[in-house]
């Protein structure tokens, strides 16, 4: 978790164009209509939070399922 009170020198720090450009690259994977394309940007620890369903996704052919 990167928020001060548990910051580590394993916490990067980004811009805010860095942010903007990651978006990017994730709206044009998330365009190709290929769930694999998507699942590409997220890191194999990632454990991202659903907005649209009820279930949790712990690994990429999960996350691919999602999208």
């Known amino acids: 978790m990167c928020n001060p ?3 580590d020198a394993s916490c ?3 811009t805010k164009a860095e942010i903007a ?3 990017e690259q ?3 994977s ?3 209509g290929k769930p694999s ?3 590409k940007n997220y890191a194999d620890e990632a454990i991202p939070v659903p907005t649209v369903s ?3 996704r712990h690994t990429h052919p999960e996350i691919e ?3």
């Open 30 to 32: 998330l365009q190709t």
């Open 21 to 23: 450009t990651l978006f």
């Open 37 to 39: 394309e998507v699942a």
């Open 65 to 67: 399922d999602y999208f």
């Open 54 to 56: 009820n279930k949790v």
């Open 5 to 7: 009170a548990y910051a």
């Open 12 to 14: 990067p720090t980004v």
């Open 26 to 28: 994730w709206d044009q």
